[in-house]
């Protein structure tokens, strides 16, 4: 099918993944992000065995690799002694010279994604969103919030959780809920003994991932109030002293070096999950925007990029928008359900509102669907 135009709304993980990905299609791309600074926050994200594929696949690998570290492995360890419990590698689906997976700062990977987007010719433009959507049978046009105003075949809502694209062509969806948990994320001189991620599973909920040489973040799960709020000042000591309760010795060690408040990324896991549609007429949704999943599995990211790719190969192979549509939603359904029902389930199981799950057996059903081909 022949697209001459799309907008892509937010400058995002997905937004710029489905920009060089259609570019690569030769379809003419504008990504349009609201935050004029195009900021994003220091910590770290796992990028999982699928994601460097990915990365592999939108000619990105080497940029990719050489601003994170690569790891194969998993290690689990249990209860307050911090015993081991569980190892297991991850295959290498880039190829056998490739890690496996990566931990790479957010900042960083905001950089591989910008700098082939605009290699491959994506036009950016910051400070601005959607003002009016107005479709008709040949195309959607839209007004932007800087006045300016073009005409597009395709619309891709890549706007996140809180997408104004998705209230605007779904506003009965429901609305995005908090699970009751937290993520406090913060960076560490790397441990040496710290030779993939390392997860500790209850009572103290954490896990250690190595970003490069010398630097790791640990993250940390906790439960918290619906209403609850942390203050910048004060958030090392509220990160400290949440990590501290039952802390295995590995993650009590790093609690020392754990002072700048301005260093602690806290976040509420909110969730949202479209069973319907994704798409009305031209406008299309993906990542965050449809299902938004709590960090359990380290996937949320991942899946947001696959979207971006399968999107971009239906709109390429398909002959009508409804059938690329349909065909992207239906390829998408059964990864992204897994993800965000088994993430959801290991939160609940942690904070006690369901009886406990079988960690390993769950991440490794959703590794080795997520292995597949796309
Ligand atoms: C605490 C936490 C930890 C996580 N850890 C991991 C992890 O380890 N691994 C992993 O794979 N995933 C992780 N995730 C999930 C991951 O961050 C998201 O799934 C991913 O960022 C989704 O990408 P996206 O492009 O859909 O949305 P986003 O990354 O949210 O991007 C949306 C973009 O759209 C812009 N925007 C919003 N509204 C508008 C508008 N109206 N107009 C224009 N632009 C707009 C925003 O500014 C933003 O740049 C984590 C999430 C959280 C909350």
Redesign the pocket.
């Known amino acids: 099918m022949h697209i001459s135009s799309a907008l892509i709304?937010?400058?995002?993980?997905?937004?710029l993944t489905a920009g060089i990905a259609l570019r690569r299609k030769g379809i003419p791309v504008e990504i349009?992000?609201?935050?004029p600074d195009w900021s994003v926050y220091g910590v770290g994200?796992?990028?999982q065995l699928n994601v460097v594929r990915a990365m592999d696949q939108i000619g990105a690998l080497k940029d990719f690799l050489s601003r994170s570290q690569g790891f194969d492995s998993t290690t689990i360890f249990a209860g307050p002694e911090g015993k081991q419990v569980a190892k297991f590698d991850t295959p290498r689906l880039a190829g056998p010279e490739y890690p496996s997976n990566v931990g790479i700062r957010r900042t960083e990977l905001q950089k591989v994604l910008a700098n082939k987007a605009a290699e491959v010719g994506a036009k950016v433009r910051l400070g601005l969103?959607?003002a009016t959507m107005t479709e008709d049978g040949d195309g959607v046009d839209v007004t932007f919030s800087d006045g300016t105003a073009g005409r597009y075949d395709v619309v891709i809502g890549?706007?996140?959780?809180f997408?104004?694209t998705r209230r605007t062509i779904f506003p009965d969806a429901p609305k995005p809920r908090y699970t009751g948990q937290w993520?406090w994320r913060y960076n560490l001189p790397r441990v040496p003994e710290l030779d993939g991620i390392h997860v500790f599973a209850g009572p103290c909920n954490a896990g250690l991932v190595p970003m490069s040489a010398d630097l790791m973040y640990m993250f940390l799960v906790t439960q918290e109030a619906e209403n609850f709020k942390q203050p910048v000042a004060g958030a090392a000591e509220a990160m400290r002293t949440r990590a501290a309760r039952m802390a295995p010795p590995q993650v009590a060690a790093q609690l020392v070096h754990m002072t700048d408040d301005a260093g602690v990324v806290g976040?509420p896991?909110e969730v949202i999950l479209l069973e319907g549609e994704w798409h009305k007429g031209r406008v299309v949704l993906?990542?965050?925007?449809v299902h938004?999943a709590t960090?359990h599995q380290?996937?949320?990211?991942?899946?947001?990029i696959e979207d971006a790719l399968v999107l971009a190969d239906e709109l390429d192979a398909a002959d009508t928008l409804e059938a690329a549509f349909t065909a992207y939603r239906t390829r998408r359904w059964p990864r992204v359900e897994q993800v965000a029902k088994t993430s959801l389930m290991i939160g609940d199981a942690q904070m006690g509102k369901i009886p406990p799950v079988d960690v390993g057996a769950l991440t490794a059903k959703t590794l080795a669907l997520v292995a597949q081909p796309i």
Do not use: N, Y
Not at 9 to 15: E, S
Not at 32 to 35: H, L, N, V
Not at 158 to 161: Q, T
Not at 298 to 304: E, L, N
């Open positions: 709304v937010g400058g995002g993980i997905g937004g349009i992000e609201r935050d994200i796992i990028q969103t959607v890549a706007d996140g959780l997408s104004q993520v976040r896991m993906l990542g965050d925007a938004a960090p380290g996937q949320g990211a991942g899946m947001a």
